[in-house]
């Protein structure tokens, strides 16, 4: 008889411990992920992801994978800063958006105007290809001039306005990075993640 309730005593405590790491490597594997997609800037990002009406954390996923949120960042094609602006695109944002400020080429190494040009950007993008984050996103990445000349194709887009496949490797993990970021930004920082914390 008292071998019984040892045993299903240890049998018990087993359980509560297995049920202990379980919780501990949820939270422990929660606070990992808190830590990779952090909400740094997050006064700039609401700020020019309100004034462009951008869901902020989408302008996370795309910080984090443009820069990891270096804001001396710089691509092996010259694009700069936080969310990556190459010259070209930097002189027509400012065409839009500031031509009349002394806002330079090397400032996109300042987060405030890394971000404000950015988001411009991303909405432009997302307003020309009706709000398609993973046609937008590859518009982002490549150019409206290539996504455009792809939408041309059935092979690509069953409506001409979204793309459906992504030819281009570095096309594709760049969707599919972005993808995968917002996604994760939505479940920690988004309302079921708020509830969660």
């Known amino acids: 008889m008292k071998a019984r309730p040892r045993r299903l005593l240890c049998i018990l405590l087993a359980i509560v411990i297995l049920a202990g790491a379980v919780l501990l490597g949820n939270n422990l594997r929660r606070r990992f992920l808190y830590f990779s997609y952090p909400q740094k800037y997050d006064t700039l990002v609401t700020t020019w992801a ?11 996923a ?6 990891g949120f270096k804001s001396t960042a710089e691509s092996n094609v010259g694009a700069r800063g936080l969310m990556q602006i190459t010259q070209s695109t930097f002189d027509w944002i400012k065409s839009k958006i ?11 190494y300042n987060p405030e105007v890394n ?8 909405q432009r993008c997302l307003t020309r290809y009706e709000s398609d984050i993973p046609t ?5 990445h490549s150019g409206w ?25 570095q096309m594709q993990n760049y ?3 972005i993808g995968k970021a917002y996604e994760i930004y939505q479940r920690l920082y988004g309302t079921e993640g708020e509830e969660e914390r």
């Open 50 to 60: 309100q004034a462009y009406g951008l869901d902020p954390l989408l302008v996370y």
């Open 62 to 67: 795309f910080i984090r994978t443009e820069s």
């Open 98 to 108: 500031a031509p009349e400020e002394a806002v330079t080429f090397d400032d996109l």
């Open 115 to 122: 971000i404000r040009f950015g988001c411009y950007y991303l």
């Open 136 to 140: 937008a996103a590859a518009a982002y």
């Open 145 to 169: 001039g290539t996504v455009d000349a792809l939408l041309k194709y059935d092979t690509y887009s069953a409506d001409g306005v979204r793309l459906d496949l992504f030819p281009y490797s």
């Open 175 to 177: 969707v599919s990075k």
